[in-house]
């Protein structure tokens, strides 16, 4: 299996990569508080576990490809901001993010992957904004492909697959628990008792659920506000076999998309998270709506002064 990690490989050894046959996978995920029970890298080491799982599937089904790991990049915006946490400005993400596939793509290679877990709808924008960039100006196939998964699963659409691994329906009560998960609860505690539960405090299962209206969740920093607890949901519900079933439904839609993105049958705009379309999210938008403001109030103080 020809699983690389960039920063071990010479130039010598990156150049005779078959460029056709090799894709490159980037993970950006950033340093945030997922309370009290877990470590600030949760969605980092999400992220290079998926991309690790990624490059393992895409080497052993497709005869003489490689994949290459590029190394983690800890940045992230839309952030939950406390102690801990380095928000990084959202045009930040993309022109990094921008500035690594430029560079992958003058190299010659064609296939670039980025895989994220930080949900932050600014945050999967600024991916999918670079990745978009890439691909128009280098002719190659740059995509961001967790946040379209990111949302199928919070919104329940995997549930059916999900229950099916768990060879049982979820109860009531955890169909509502899974519907008010979202940062540091039950799957993502579940999730870093399987990767790394040296890193998970044994106090979160007696950690009352989080519980946020959707109104509640449009303030900046809801969780944290008036001193909540940094995490949404229900960490106390964590169980390693919800991960396992979880992660391989995840996994097998991310090769899904990851299949049709490397074969040609599927654009990176089919697959973009929902987010991409809101044009509150996207990195311009301040700028846009203030150049529209300005020539605004140039319109309307000529029409009165006229």
């Known amino acids: 299996m020809s699983i690389l990690r960039l920063e071990e490989l010479s130039t010598p050894q990156l150049d005779a990569l078959d460029r056709g046959r090799t894709v490159v996978i980037l993970t ?20 290079r576990h998926f991309a690790e799982a990624v490059a393992e599937r895409v080497v052993a089904t497709r005869p003489g490809w490689s994949a290459v790991l590029a190394p983690t990049l800890h940045l992230g ?27 992958l793509a003058r190299a010659g290679f064609r296939h670039v992957l980025v895989s994220n877990g930080h949900g932050g709808p600014g945050h999967l924008v600024a ?26 699963f919070l919104r329940g659409r995997l549930l059916p697959r999900i229950e099916a691994g768990l060879g049982r329906p979820l109860s009531a009560r955890e169909r509502q628990a899974f519907s008010e998960d979202a940062h540091g609860g039950w ?9 790394r539960p040296d890193l998970v405090d044994e106090g979160y299962r007696r950690l009352p659920a989080a519980r946020y209206s959707l109104a509640e969740r449009l303030v900046p920093n809801y969780p944290l506000r ?39 049958r599927l654009r990176p705009s089919e697959r973009r998270s929902p987010f991409f379309a ?27 002064f006229r």
């Open 226 to 264: 008036n001193g909540g607890p940094g995490y949404v949901g229900h960490p106390a519900l964590a169980d390693p076999p919800f991960a396992r079933v979880t992660t391989e439904v995840l996994m097998s839609e991310a090769m899904t998309v990851v299949d049709g993105l490397l074969d040609g």
């Open 187 to 195: 799957w993502e505690t579940s999730i870093m008792l399987v990767l």
């Open 127 to 152: 991916l999918e904004e670079a990745a978009a960039i890439v691909s128009r100006r280098h002719s190659i196939m740059m995509a961001s492909f967790t946040g379209h998964l990111a949302w199928e």
């Open 28 to 47: 950006v995920s950033p340093l945030e508080t997922h309370g009290p029970h877990l470590p600030l890298g949760v969605d980092a080491f999400t992220a």
């Open 77 to 103: 915006s839309f952030t939950f901001d406390t102690v801990g946490t380095v928000t990084v400005r959202q045009r930040v993400v993309r022109d990094a993010v921008v500035d690594y596939g430029r560079a």
């Open 278 to 304: 809101i044009p509150f999210f996207r990195t311009n938008f301040r700028r846009i709506a203030g150049a529209i403001a300005a020539a605004a109030a140039v319109l309307a103080g000529w029409w009165i």
